[in-house]
């Protein structure tokens, strides 16, 4: 089982690497037949290929990430957070996430689900 | 599938009776071949009888709860939560929780997990 302090650096690395615009990098923080699920509730995509998809959306975005808590427990980890998008010219918008991973024993994540909605976005 | 507003009331009628510290009344909002998992890395407790003997912990006590924020997502809910408890003669304590639920088409509880751990209790 992963320690929490690894399953912790994973997170950190995680938000530094979606605020970066890295999908390239964030993907390799994901176990081959990893599932994602964002937001919860749509279409989950399977294995890094797909993955790595879905991650195109955040290539070259410029963002910030805030940790407002965050719970390392077993082999998962809960966290809610913000993620602020600036998309030029003082226009952005903000999310506010919950998310929930699973980890194998290198600390790779094994599942990402993020539970968010419209209501939790904020355009400026 | 259950509609959010269904899972939105079971998740409330569940604070709502945690806050009573109602067991019995709990215990029927859950499936019967419900999992529950509170906190997340230790003991799974499966089926009713079993979760009824986990919510004994709370039997007769007073407390209050309240919501910071509550996505209601497909057939899952994810919560963050305070829940603050009265021992009486000005001692209590409170728990800032992360919880993820899923449900049936009947909006009942088919599993719950619970993310907090020591450094999310506050003595008082």
């Known amino acids: 089982m992963p320690t929490p302090e690894q399953i912790t650096a994973t997170v950190h690395r995680y938000l ?3 605020a970066k ?3 390239d990098e964030v993907v390799e923080l994901y176990a081959s037949d990893a599932t994602l699920e964002d937001p ?3 279409e989950v995509h399977i294995g890094r290929q797909a993955i790595r998809g879905f991650y195109a ?3 070259n975005v410029k963002g910030t990430t805030e940790i407002h808590t965050l719970r390392a427990l077993g082999h998962e980890a809960a966290f809610y957070w913000q993620l602020s998008l600036d998309f030029g010219n003082g ?3 903000s999310i506010e996430i919950i998310s929930v991973m699973t980890f194998d024993a290198d600390a790779k994540i094994t599942s990402m689900k993020a ?3 419209p209501d939790n976005v904020t355009n400026h």
Do not use: T
Request: aromatic share 12%; hydrophobic share 45%.
């Open 91 to 93: 226009v952005g918008m």
């Open 16 to 18: 530094e690497l979606v």
């Open 21 to 23: 615009g890295a999908p």
């Open 115 to 117: 539970y968010w909605g």
């Open 57 to 59: 959306n955040i290539e």
């Open 40 to 42: 919860v509730g749509g």
